[in-house]
T-cell receptor, first 109, second 115 residues
Framework: GQNIDQPTEMTATEGAIVQINCTYQ??????LFWYQQHAGEAPTFLSY??LDGLEEKGRFSSFLSRSKGYSYLLLKELQMKDSASYLC??????????WGAGTKLIIKP | DTAVSQTPKYLVTQMGNDKSIKCEQN?????MYWYKQDSKKFLKIMFS???????INETVPNRFSPKSPDKAHLNLHINSLELGDSAVYFC??????????????FGPGTRLTVL
């Protein structure tokens, strides 16, 4: 079957760095997406990886290892507004997104 | 300018009623989706349309019927509402089936409460 695993909840301190891991298993692979979802709001797109390696976008970076079925989202210089759920989603060979349940990130001052 | 809009934002109704949720995108995208997010926050794909053609139809009750009058609109009609239908329903769109480099754009969501 197809599935995504990511931690349910993580806590970090303002100004620190946090890494949210995601492992995936899909029938074929057309890319790995990360989304941010604040409570009561819609998910918003953060990053897309289809090749192995690190993609950097400001304070956020995303890494992919296709051979290991593994990705992580790295958030640097954490701010209170980064408190949100982070959703990992992998696209299968039919271009269908398989979504993880999300990691709730709590930032403490 | 709202990219993906949904109406209504909140919907409270009685069991057994029929209701519709409307979705429109002004991004010129080819692909649109309906998702259900339950109380556990798990996002589940319900339907996907590409150029007005149904692509994905996950195992949802046939009380749910999507309608795409044109590429910019994907509406969701629900018959005989049940308590378990209570959730937040998100409409989304993407440039094409592959999602492009910008992923999917989500509407603000419709919070449906069935009493």
């Amino acid at each position: 079957g197809q599935n995504i695993d990511q931690p349910t909840e993580m806590t970090a301190t303002e100004g620190a760095i946090v890494q949210i891991n995601c492992t995936y298993q899909t029938s074929g692979f057309n890319g790995l997406f990360w989304y941010q979802q604040h409570a009561g709001e819609a998910p918003t797109f953060l990053s897309y990886n289809v090749l192995d390696g690190l993609e950097e976008k400001g304070r956020f970076s995303s890494f992919l290892s296709r051979s290991k079925g593994y990705s992580y989202l790295l958030l640097k210089e954490l701010q209170m507004k980064d408190s949100a759920s982070y959703l990992c989603a992998a696209m299968d060979s039919n271009y269908q997104l398989i979504w993880g349940a999300g990691t709730k990130l709590i930032i403490k001052p | 300018d709202t990219a993906v809009s949904q109406t209504p934002k909140y919907l409270v109704t009685q069991m057994g009623n029929d209701k519709s949720i409307k979705c429109e995108q002004n991004l010129g995208h080819d692909t649109m989706y309906w998702y259900k997010q339950d109380s556990k926050k798990f996002l589940k794909i319900m339907f996907s349309y590409n150029n007005k053609e149904l692509i994905i139809n996950e195992t949802v009750p046939n009380r749910f019927s999507p309608k795409s009058p044109d590429k910019a609109h994907l509406n969701l009609h629900i018959n005989s509402l049940e308590l378990g239908d209570s959730a937040v329903y998100f409409c989304a769109s993407s440039q094409d089936l592959a999602g492009g480099l910008l992923g999917q754009f989500f509407g603000p969501g419709t919070r449906l409460t069935v009493l």
